[in-house]
């Protein structure tokens, strides 16, 4: 457990959020009025990945309509996706409708207040269930939606994305040392509205903060740097050598094919990594001596990131002579002649090698 959240310090937050709480709060939205498990249950999931505002409505329609489980258990699923139509991702819609016929035949209709039996419903996972036991039942249990996530990273300074397993933990601990015994409901109904009203993603206003005193975050200046964002996805990586066929004042350049990366420009011969560079300069007609490797470069591209090793070879025969001329291959002297069209990842290539290309 966080050395920060010491018995101490929880004790006094839980007082300090839950007078806030009853004074700057939430108090009367519609699903507060009353709060009983069911409604809270509706709201919380109508509430994931949408706005508060978006969701009164729909909540307001849909207790008309399904005042209780017996009600919603009972109805046709169509009718239920249709009375969801616009607030989206419909599979919210259909783990209500089927947990409902649960709660109906398995508990009579009343959910259950233990977070396990709650957990085996379909489209309920721990979050939602500590809110159905607290904000419903007024039971204490832990909560942790994207909100809570934000307020506890930024309050004990916990690093990392959420989303990954370790971080996760780490918050789970943090919400379940700081839930009371008492007036859970309010508490958890506070850290909520926290996270909406004053500790905001961008932008949380600390001077508002019941919480300011004990905040890592704020102390170290840095409230927007938490929680960390999801990494960028991993790009496969593709290496590949790029052979700088050098002779006299003049470097070997070939067109690459039209499609693909760089596709139609003009660039410097590649080399899988598996082959040798002198072997490969060989087969396009250039008896070479190798002369050493640059830095390696890399370059992110949409679908991977290229690595690029540049290798130097000497072609010392007297007049180059690539073959039959070909329309894919010229000698380019840097300075002298006209820049072709190079791509940008091999104009810093020539730079790094210390020919004189803009
Ligand atoms: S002090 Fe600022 S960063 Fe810390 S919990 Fe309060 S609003 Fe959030």
């Known amino acids: 457990m966080s050395r920060w959240a010491t018995p101490e310090r929880c004790q006094a937050l839980q007082e300090q959020l839950i007078a806030w709480q009853r004074q700057h709060g939430r108090n009367d939205l519609p699903w507060q009025q009353p709060a009983t498990p069911y409604r809270v249950w509706i709201s919380e999931i109508m509430l994931q990945q949408t706005r508060v505002e978006t969701v009164v409505p729909y909540f307001e329609r849909f207790m008309e309509r399904y005042p209780d489980v017996a009600a919603l258990a009972a109805a046709e699923l169509d009718d239920v996706l249709a009375l969801w139509a616009g607030l989206g991702y419909y599979a919210r819609a259909r783990n209500l409708h089927a ?19 709650l957990q085996t419903l379909p489209g309920i996972g721990p979050s939602t269930a500590g809110a159905i036991r607290s904000l419903g039942h007024g039971q204490p249990a832990p909560i942790l ?13 916990v690093e990392g994305w959420p989303g990954r397993s370790p971080v996760a933990k780490q918050l789970w601990a943090l919400s379940a040392a700081l839930t009371p015994e008492a ?5 958890n ?7 909406a009203l004053v500790c905001t993603p961008r932008d949380p206003a600390c001077n508002a ?30 290496e590949v050598r790029l052979l700088l066929i050098e002779h006299a004042d003049a470097l070997l350049l070939e067109r690459r ?8 420009l003009w660039s410097l011969p590649e080399c899988p990594p598996s082959e040798d560079p002198v072997t490969r300069a060989l087969r396009l007609g250039a008896r070479c001596e190798p002369a050493g490797d640059l830095p390696a470069r890399h370059h992110a591209l949409t679908h991977f990131e290229l690595i690029m090793q540049p290798t130097r070879l000497r072609w010392n025969a007297a007049t180059p002579d690539i073959g039959e001329p070909d329309p894919q291959r010229i000698w380019f002297r840097p300075g002298q002649d006209t820049l072709p069209g190079l791509p940008a990842p091999i104009l810093r290539i020539l730079r790094d090698a210390g020919y004189p290309v803009a």
């Open 99 to 117: 947990a409902a016929q649960r709660i109906q035949t398995d508990w009579g209709g009343q959910l259950p207040a233990e977070l396990s039996a």
């Open 145 to 157: 939606d994207g909100n809570v996530k934000r307020v506890l990273a930024r309050l004990a300074g």
């Open 183 to 187: 007036e859970c409901r309010r508490f």
């Open 189 to 195: 109904q506070g850290l909520m509205d926290l996270g």
């Open 209 to 238: 903060c019941p919480l300011a005193a004990s905040c890592t975050a704020r102390a170290a200046g840095n409230p927007e740097t938490y929680p960390a964002p999801r990494p960028a996805r991993q790009r496969p990586r593709r």
């Open 257 to 264: 094919p039209a499609t693909g990366i760089w596709g139609g």
